[in-house]
């Protein structure tokens, strides 16, 4: 069923939002962000490109930041011209109470649809509300390697194909770390009806066997989710 990405995730009651995995998360942070009301930081825990388009206002960790504004706010440390590295916690404990919602860009994944954790990941704000790990539907039925996955090392032995079996590792694996609270798992890039039955059926098998979590499916780069 077509919902609104705002009523799946409950906005009203969860402000702290986190993103992991690979296959989308900034277009998500984006599109989720332009669809909330009042005050929303856009940020990072680890690196993410300087959001240009649909930003109100963009600083760099506290120059000249004199408190939340109406729309979307965007803030990190400049790693170098284009890149944002992590806020400081220091920040968030200072300022977030004044922003109506916050997400985070919690992972990192070198552009590349898929990946595995290592032991310090994924950087997940203790305060989070919910955390969304997203997954690709292109993977599924491809080969794990270097060419599709980031720190694919241990994986490639276990799993010949990306399937729903190894969907499953990841999500038990790294994909929310130690975080029990709100989970959901939401698949991304269904860009037509075939990979949307796709999706339906990889989150029917997962539902299987990780029940607690919630799924749904979609395509954040036409804002556009399902949640059956």
Same mark, same amino acid.
């Given at each position: 069923?077509?919902? /609104?990405?705002?009523?799946?995730?409950?906005?009203?009651?969860? @402000?702290?939002?986190?993103?992991? %995995?690979?296959?989308? &998360?900034?277009?998500?942070?984006?599109?989720?962000?332009?669809?909330?009301?009042?005050?929303?930081?856009?940020?990072?825990?680890? @690196?993410?490109?300087?959001?240009? =388009?649909?930003?109100?206002?963009?600083?760099?960790?506290? @120059?000249?930041?004199? %408190?939340?504004?109406? +729309?979307?706010?965007?803030?990190?440390?400049?790693?170098?011209? +284009?890149?944002?590295?992590?806020?400081?916690?220091?920040?968030?404990?200072?300022? *977030?109470?004044?922003?109506?919602?916050?997400?985070?860009?919690?992972?990192?994944?070198?552009?590349?649809? $898929? @990946?595995?954790?290592? &032991?310090?990941? /994924?950087?997940?704000?203790?305060?989070?509300?919910?955390?969304? +790990?997203?997954?690709?539907?292109?993977?599924? %039925?491809?080969? /794990?390697?270097?060419?599709?996955?980031? !720190? #694919?090392? %241990?994986?490639?032995?276990?799993?010949?194909?990306?399937?729903?079996?190894?969907?499953?590792? $990841?999500?038990?694996? *790294? $994909?929310?770390? #130690?975080?029990?609270? +709100?989970?959901?798992?939401?698949?991304?890039?269904?860009?037509?009806?075939?990979?949307?039955?796709?999706?339906?059926?990889?989150?029917? =098998?997962?539902?299987?066997?990780?029940?607690?979590?919630? !799924?749904? !499916?979609?395509?954040? &780069?036409?804002?556009? !989710?399902?949640?059956?």
């Amino acid at each position: 069923m077509k919902k /609104p990405i705002t009523d799946i995730l409950n906005t009203k009651e969860n @402000k702290i939002i986190s993103i992991t %995995g690979a296959g989308g &998360k900034t277009t998500l942070m984006m599109d989720l962000a332009k669809k909330l009301q009042g005050k929303v930081l856009i940020t990072t825990s680890t @690196k993410i490109k300087t959001p240009k =388009e649909g930003i109100h206002h963009l600083y760099i960790e506290e @120059k000249g930041f004199q %408190g939340p504004q109406e +729309g979307i706010t965007a803030i990190g440390n400049e790693i170098y011209p +284009g890149k944002l590295g992590a806020i400081s916690p220091e920040f968030l404990e200072k300022w *977030g109470d004044e922003f109506d919602h916050i997400i985070i860009e919690a992972d990192g994944c070198r552009n590349l649809p $898929l @990946k595995m954790w290592k &032991k310090n990941e /994924p950087v997940i704000y203790p305060k989070s509300d919910i955390v969304i +790990g997203v997954f690709s539907i292109k993977v599924l %039925g491809e080969q /794990p390697s270097p060419k599709i996955m980031y !720190y #694919h090392e %241990g994986l490639t032995q276990k799993f010949d194909i990306v399937n729903g079996e190894m969907f499953r590792y $990841l999500i038990k694996n *790294g $994909l929310f770390r #130690h975080f029990f609270n +709100g989970r959901y798992v939401f698949i991304n890039q269904t860009d037509n009806q075939e990979e949307r039955e796709k999706a339906r059926e990889l989150i029917e =098998e997962m539902k299987r066997e990780i029940p607690e979590i919630h !799924y749904f !499916y979609g395509s954040a &780069k036409e804002g556009i !989710y399902h949640e059956d």
